[in-house]
């Protein structure tokens, strides 16, 4: 059973993968200043998960984004490169989980197209997914009795 270590390190390593594609954590973005960031980027954001029969429901935020102009000529070329860069990082993890022990639920894929500041004015897409584990209800920890 992959823990959440593995889960976030195998996401950060699928999107480094892609050639040119850099990945950040978001507290980092927020202490950045413009131009310091270099794109394009891939942002894991793990959001709240679940215990389910068995299973471990991770849900995470990838956004995939580059710069853009003030006047966002390049908006909709940006997003469609974005959109193949997440794509092929959705991919990845889809194929990859038939042999290791997690699944990326397919049918759970959302994609959506944005433009914001991260602090530079970016277009991209952000896709949020669900990746399971099986649950062993197995405890590692040691507890004195008593206590």
Request: hydrophobic residues 45%.
């Amino acid at each position: 059973m992959m823990n959440y270590n593995q889960i976030v390190t195998k996401l950060k390593t699928t999107a480094q993968s892609h050639i040119n594609v850099v990945t950040a954590d978001a507290g980092v973005l927020e202490s950045l200043n413009w131009g310091e960031i270099k794109y394009p980027l891939v942002m894991m954001v793990m959001q709240p998960g679940s215990f389910e029969i068995n299973k471990i429901v991770y849900n995470v935020s990838m956004v995939v984004a580059d710069v853009v102009d003030d006047q966002l000529l390049q908006q909709i070329p940006k997003q469609s490169a974005m959109f193949e860069i997440g794509r092929d990082v959705i991919t990845y993890l889809i194929n990859d989980s038939t042999t290791l022990d997690y699944d990326l639920v397919e049918e759970s894929v959302v994609f959506t197209p944005f433009v914001d500041n991260f602090p530079d004015l970016c277009a991209g897409i952000q896709f949020d997914f669900q990746i399971t584990t099986i649950y062993k209800k197995s405890c590692n920890l040691p507890f004195n009795n008593g206590i």
